[in-house]
């Protein structure tokens, strides 16, 4: 089991930055696919980014490539979202989320943080 706890969170300007991290307890972290997610009010949860044990495969929603950057520190126990060029559509509740497999699918996550807010101001 792994409890997850996120950080990093705020009220920034459009095409501003922020840095999102995660950190995450347990021994077995390293074994653990690590998924970023967001919900706006009134949406559903989105995927928005995936990276694999090693840190090595990664994969992202359309809305944010060239501009967030996922990664992880096994050694730390860590896992970031480093967000640039942030967009009013970028507003949402940020999750990170463990699971065993390969997935964008909030289902197929075992475990949650509680989540942290990015609000992007115009």
């Known amino acids: 089991q792994v409890q997850l706890v996120e950080s990093g969170g705020g009220l920034v300007q459009a095409g501003g930055s922020l840095r999102l991290s995660c950190a995450a307890s347990?021994?077995?972290?390293?074994?653990?696919?690590m998924g970023w997610f967001r919900q706006a009010p009134g949406k559903e949860r989105e995927f928005v980014a995936v990276?694999?044990?090693?840190?090595?495969?990664?994969y992202y929603v359309d809305s944010v490539k060239g501009r967030f950057t996922i990664s992880r520190d096994n050694a730390k126990n860590m896992v970031y979202l480093k967000m640039n060029s942030l967009k009013p559509g970028d507003t949402a509740v940020y999750y990170c989320?463990?699971?065993?497999?390969?997935?964008?699918?909030?289902?197929?996550?075992?475990?949650w943080g509680q989540g942290t807010q990015v609000t992007v101001s115009s």
């Open positions: 990276v694999s044990r090693s840190g090595l495969r990664i």
């Open positions: 989320a463990a699971g065993s497999q390969w997935a964008t699918m909030a289902s197929e996550y075992d475990y």
């Open positions: 347990g021994r077995t972290f390293s074994s653990y696919v």
